[in-house]
């Protein structure tokens, strides 16, 4: 059974840091991993998407990477702003047509 | 807007009592999917279609039933509500290979079960 983990679980960063968020799943078969973003009360924005073939995606201050062999993927935001304050979570799919999420991590960027 | 919608955004039951949400998506998609979301749990799948006429269980399928007569639509059906089925639901739309498929979330429907 596919296991999704996200770690840290809650950061906090002051405006203009990079930083860089992890996850890692246990059956390295998969078709693809996906990176969403959910502001609070709110539903998921996808962000980027990374085929098994891929090593890495971007988009504007976005880049995520996939090491599928190792089983992990990262999220790396650039030049941090209060406004991407959210949870991000990041989602795998492996067999069949179904998504394996992990738990997500709370970010907050301080002004 | 192109997208998938889900209605309605809020619910309140009383334990026993019957719903249904309603997800469409008009992108044409073939795969659709159902997820709960419940703190420190993250997002479970509960039912997922193929396309239209074919359906099956994902992860926690207990307590609802789903049918797909259509391609746009996915309803939802809650028989006998449980204060346990207090989450919020979203669904969710995907086409295309594999290999790049991605998927497209609804909003959301958030029900309280009292």
């Known amino acids: 059974k596919q296991e999704v983990t996200q770690i840290p679980a809650a950061l906090s960063v002051p405006e203009g840091e990079n930083l860089v968020l992890n996850c890692s799943f246990t059956d390295s078969a998969i078709y693809n991993l996906q990176w969403f973003r959910q502001d609070p009360g709110k539903g998921l924005t996808s962000l980027l998407l990374i085929q098994s073939s891929q090593r890495e995606q971007t988009s504007g201050r976005l880049n995520a990477s996939l090491d599928k062999s190792s089983g992990r993927s990262t999220l790396y935001i650039a030049a941090s702003q209060p406004g991407d304050s959210a949870t991000y979570l990041c989602?795998?799919?492996?067999?069949?047509?179904?998504?394996?999420f992990g738990t997500g991590t709370r970010l907050a960027v301080r002004p | 807007n192109a997208g998938v919608t889900q209605t309605p955004k809020f619910q309140v039951l009383k334990t026993g009592q019957s719903m249904t949400l309603q997800c469409a998506q008009d992108m044409n998609h073939e795969y659709m999917s159902w997820y709960r979301q419940d703190p420190g749990m993250g997002l479970r799948l509960i039912h997922y279609?193929?396309?239209?006429?074919?359906?099956d269980q994902g992860e926690v399928p207990n307590g609802y039933n789903v049918s797909r007569s259509t391609t746009e639509d996915f309803p939802l059906r809650l028989l006998s509500a449980a204060p346990s089925q207090t989450s919020v639901y979203f669904c969710?739309?995907?086409?295309?290979?594999?290999?790049?498929?991605?998927?497209?979330f609804g909003s959301g429907t958030r029900l309280t079960v009292v």
């Open positions: 969710a739309s995907s086409t295309g290979d594999s290999r790049v498929r991605g998927y497209t």
């Open positions: 279609s193929v396309g239209a006429g074919i359906t």
């Open positions: 989602a795998v799919r492996s067999s069949g047509d179904k998504l394996t």
